[in-house]
């Protein structure tokens, strides 16, 4: 009896497997064979499945059954054959093509990946299905070819003309390629998801109940919107604030009888006492960019998000002004707001723990130089701007040895050394000279303060690095060192600092976006970039006779 079946073709190019090994063209061909020859092919097929049975299995939970359905269809072959005389001519359609039809096969799915775009950033797609594993995506993944093609083409056009921003601000990821031959080791722990700071907005999970305010101490013309934002936040807002115990307790709050009530309701604490960081939702700082640092240093872990009000001398870090606080307080209080992470500095003060007393092996530290017996962290904090170290009061240089992850770099002769962030490179490192860095750059500078060379230049390090700073053994007096302008102390020998970036950053909240409030604050507050523009010549004969 000859039979007419409906058969499947894998056919791969040589050029489209070198390019894409797994992407592989699919071709129908039809075709008559004996019942003898459809027996052999069915066998030939099921002897293959037993070798291939464990790898399918972890694709298809229904591999296994698959040669049972194969007897099946031979069984009903024959049981036609004796019915109707064998001189019947059907066509046989096997129950896994079928399934195959109505559900996607793991290859099919290799192929409907493979036809993205590479050039497209994944969280420009709009799809979430694509950062899941075969196994775990739903029923939405069953579509033909065509509508793939489409839907890829969607994609695409989704990329190339993006709602809100076309590119990502932290750059496109690298080509793990090289060449022909040539690619990065693959490191599983190595994968990490960086969002695009461009696309960083505030939400809120709950509406925000606890407010910390802040303000600057010592400036009597802060007295007035202080007491604004308490009585908006408290009578309008019904909101909690918390304020310093030093801030209630001034005098000049004790004469406002109206402000009395408002008075009574605030929450106080003291700093180094009470621990508030559990309990504040929101951060709002009326001063400078001293106000933001003090309000950084309270809390050594997870920050709330920041609010600052311009009402100090400089204001760098301070968008917004004052004159329009309640429609700027309920713009944040709704949510999707701009925000931009500032990276912290994680600093450990070891006393007693290093020392040298010879030269090192490849300028590495040998472990029989560091006692761990001896070592103890006197301090760790989390520094916003910078980490100083210079020669405090003595009129010799500074000579301290600088390492980065265990090996020395160089040693430092001079009036000390500045370790800064982004966010710090716009403070003391610009007025020793080092370039301003936008703060969503990850990095940590490193710049000399009045080195004796001339060929000292600032540097740039990776964020991930760990920074060690020590006394050199031939230093001729101690050092000091300060953070963020405070918790001053003197290094003695023995002493190291041991500096890297913090996990836990500090989200400023912008006024307009992260890109304009910086350059803004860049022109406003330093002036950057700002000349007498050169006048236009009036007449081009002027400029040739001057060339002459």
Not at 62 to 72: H, L
Not at 76 to 95: F, M, P, Y
Not at 283 to 302: E, K, P, R, V
Request: some cysteine; aromatic content about 6%.
């Amino acid at each position: 009896m000859a039979v007419i079946v409906k058969l499947k073709k894998l056919s791969t190019s040589a050029k489209e497997t070198q390019k894409n090994p797994e992407k592989e063209r699919i071709t129908w061909c039809r075709c008559t064979v004996t019942t003898t020859q459809l027996t052999k092919l069915f066998n030939h097929r099921e002897s293959r499945s037993e070798g291939n049975n464990v790898s399918m299995m972890r694709h298809n939970p229904r591999a296994r059954c698959a040669p049972a359905r194969m007897d099946g269809v031979e069984e009903r072959l024959r049981t036609r054959k004796v019915e109707e005389g064998g001189n019947c001519s059907t066509t046989i359609r096997s129950h896994r093509q079928q399934e195959k039809q109505a559900k996607p096969s793991r290859r099919r799915r290799e192929v409907k990946r493979s036809q993205r775009k590479p050039d497209c950033p994944d969280h420009l797609s709009g799809s979430s299905d694509q950062h899941r594993l075969p196994e775990q995506q739903g029923p939405e993944a069953s579509v033909s070819m065509e509508e793939t093609a489409e839907n890829s083409t969607n994609r695409w056009d989704r990329c190339r003309y993006p709602k809100r921003r076309g590119h990502f601000l932290h750059g496109p990821y690298p080509a793990t390629h090289f060449g022909p031959k040539a690619c990065i080791l693959p490191n599983p722990t190595s994968v990490m998801h960086i969002q695009d700071p461009a696309s960083q907005r505030l939400t809120w999970n709950k509406p925000p109940l606890n407010v910390l305010v802040i303000r600057k101490i010592r400036d009597e013309s802060l007295l007035e919107p202080f007491k604004d934002l308490c009585r908006f936040l408290v009578e309008e807002k019904h909101l909690m604030v918390y304020v310093e115990k030093k801030v209630v307790d001034d005098a000049a709050l004790f004469e406002d009888e109206l402000f009395s009530a408002i008075r009574n309701q605030l929450c106080t604490f003291r700093e180094g006492y009470d621990d508030i960081s559990d309990c504040i939702d929101l951060i709002i700082c009326l001063g400078g960019d001293g106000t933001l640092l003090y309000a950084s240093s309270l809390f050594q872990g997870s920050v709330p998000p920041v609010m600052a009000f311009h009402l100090g001398s400089l204001g760098f870090l301070t968008p917004f002004k004052f004159e329009s606080f309640k429609t700027e307080v309920d713009k944040v209080f709704e949510g999707n707001a701009a925000i931009v992470l500032r990276s912290r500095l994680k600093v450990k003060v070891v006393k007693g723990m290093f020392q040298r007393t010879e030269h090192e092996e490849n300028g590495t530290v040998p472990r029989n130089h560091i006692n761990n017996e001896l070592g103890k962290i006197s301090l760790q904090l989390q520094v916003l701007n910078e980490v100083v170290v210079d020669r405090g009061p003595s009129s010799y240089l500074s000579n301290v040895d600088l390492y980065l992850d265990g090996r020395l770099i160089t040693s430092v002769q001079g009036d000390g050394v500045i370790v800064s962030t982004p966010t710090g490179s716009t403070a003391y490192a610009a007025a020793a000279g080092a370039s301003m860095i936008h703060p969503n750059v990850p990095a940590i500078m490193v710049t000399p303060i009045c080195p004796h060379s001339l060929s000292f230049r600032p540097i740039v390090v990776p964020a991930g690095v760990e920074l060690m700073i020590t006394l050199s053994p031939d230093a001729r007096n101690t050092a000091w060192v300060s953070f963020d302008g405070r918790k001053r102390q003197e290094i003695h020998h023995g002493d190291s600092i041991k500096i890297t970036t913090s996990c836990y950053p500090l989200p400023s909240i912008c006024c307009h976006d992260l890109v304009y409030d910086w350059f803004e604050s860049l022109a406003e507050c330093l002036h950057w970039n700002v000349r007498k523009k050169q006048t236009r010549l009036t007449d081009m004969s002027d400029s040739s006779e001057t060339e002459n």
